[in-house]
């Protein structure tokens, strides 16, 4: 059972690329989330989808888009990287009680 | 004011040692609370899931919600050099709106 899985795990970008990053869940899960973790700031929402269809600005939405393309998968777009967005995302996906699952996460540094 | 404060620690326990690691919030209307740990370079695990004041145990751990203090505990029993990892609170009213603490570190030493 893979539960959830992220793609890449790493990434270097340059200020001003663009890039994908990748979450599919294997649990029947209708809600996803996308969180960045940084040192000092703890987890942090970006964006949520509460089912396939449907997505909503979390905390930080600034700078990303998502794309719920299914029910399995959920993935977040940054447009034009800059240096502020070096961090390590999670997707995760949320339990009928309620509890998070989440990803290995994905480290990303934008030069 | 942050929604949850947790101390970051680091806390280096021996082996055996009892731990407690807490976490404070300001919403009284939270109704959420929640442990996670998180291995180096790993994704958050959840360990305890409450909704209610009170205690709840499950094996050496033991978490504890007070909703008039707005003040959260873990505690770990006989704590083993595995269960070095960073601890999570996350606190709130939904998974769609759950603030999580910054993290303590603990480590368990042989």
């Known amino acids: 059972n893979a539960g959830v899985t992220q793609t890449p795990k790493f990434q270097v970008l340059k200020t001003g690329q663009s890039m994908t990053l990748q979450c599919a869940q294997d649990m029947n899960h209708n809600s996803m989330y996308w969180y960045r973790q940084d040192p000092g700031m703890g987890l942090r929402l970006i964006y949520y989808s509460a089912s396939e269809g449907t997505t909503d600005k979390g905390e930080v939405p600034n700078g990303y888009n998502v794309s719920r393309l299914n029910k399995r998968e959920f993935s977040l777009r940054l447009e034009s990287a800059a240096p502020s967005q070096t961090s390590v995302y999670f997707c995760?996906?949320?339990?009928?009680?309620?509890?998070?699952?989440f990803g290995e996460g994905s480290r990303l540094t934008v030069l | 004011q942050k929604e949850v404060e947790q101390d970051p620690g680091p806390l280096s326990v021996p082996e055996g040692a009892i731990v407690s690691l807490n976490c404070t919030y300001s919403n009284s209307a939270f109704q959420y609370f929640m442990w996670y740990r998180q291995y180096s370079r790993k994704g958050p695990e959840l360990l305890m899931y409450t909704y209610s004041s009170g205690n709840k145990e499950d094996g050496r751990f033991t978490a504890q919600v007070d909703k008039s203090s707005k003040y959260i505990s873990l505690f770990i029993r006989d704590s083993q050099p595995s269960d070095s990892a960073t601890y999570l609170c996350a606190i709130g009213w939904g998974a769609n709106n759950l603030f999580f603490g910054t993290g303590t570190r603990l480590t368990v030493i042989p």
């Open positions: 995760a996906s949320r339990g009928n009680t309620g509890e998070l699952f």
